[in-house]
Structures are given as structure tokens and as C-alpha cells.
């Protein structure tokens, strides 16, 4: 069973910076992209920011020159630094990550359970 645990979210003031975090634990033999989507209310989810597994990055415009995803293989998670947060940017948060449990398997898509992301003016 794998499972993607998020943490870092919460309340912060406009202008100011969050880091999430989002760790997958389980049995997993590798894992390939990871990222970052967000889902306002009223709104569809949305990508915010997803890494290969080699590190190229890719963020969607909402993000791009404020947020950055990094992530350490050695332990299986993947960050989000989100740096001059917008009211704009209030959202649940989710990690999602395309894993392989075994060599013999494919890979299948997860999601995590989202992390509350919560910018006041």
C-alpha cells in the first residue's frame, strides 16, 4: 500500500512564504514524476508545479518566479517552496506522484489527501 502524506500548509499573510512537504512511504520500487496540483473551492484542480524523476521541472504560470518544487529521492519526497503568496493562491494543496511498487509492475498515479493553503491580505 502506498500512501502520500502531505504537511506545511496553513495561514499566512500575503507577501509571506510556505513550504510543503509531501513524503510517499510504503512498498515502491521507484517513483517517477512527481508534483504539485491545487484545487480552490468553486474550482477545478489545477497543476501547480511537477519534477521527472531526473529533476527537470515544469510550473504553471499562476506559480512561475514565486513557487519552486525540488525533491529528495533518497526519501521519497517531493517540496513545494511558495515565496510572495497571493490571496489568490488559497487552495487545498495535493501531492500527486506516479509510483512503481514493484519492477514487474507499472506504474500507477496517486494522489495524497491535500494539505489547507490559506493566504489573508
Known amino acids: 500500500q502506498v500512501q502520500l502524506v502531505e504537511s506545511g500548509g496553513g495561514l499566512v499573510q500575503a507577501g509571506g512564504s510556505l513550504r510543503l512537504s509531501c513524503a510517499a512511504s510504503?512498498?515502491?520500487?521507484?517513483?517517477?514524476?512527481m508534483g504539485w496540483y491545487r484545487q480552490a473551492p468553486g474550482k477545478q484542480r489545477e497543476p501547480v508545479c511537477t519534477?521527472?524523476?531526473?529533476?527537470?521541472?515544469n510550473c504553471a504560470d499562476p506559480g512561475k518566479g514565486r513557487f519552486t518544487i525540488s525533491r529528495d529521492n533518497a526519501k521519497n519526497t517531493v517540496y513545494l517552496q511558495m515565496n510572495s503568496l497571493k490571496p489568490e493562491d488559497t487552495a487545498v494543496y495535493y501531492c500527486?506522484?506516479?509510483?512503481?511498487?514493484?519492477?514487474?509492475?507499472?506504474?500507477?498515479?496517486?494522489w495524497g489527501q491535500g494539505t489547507q493553503v490559506t493566504v489573508s491580505l
Open positions: 510504503g512498498i515502491i520500487f521507484s517513483i517517477n514524476a
Open positions: 519534477i521527472s524523476s531526473g529533476g527537470y521541472t
Open positions: 500527486n506522484a506516479d509510483i512503481q511498487i514493484r519492477s514487474y509492475y507499472g506504474t500507477r498515479n496517486y
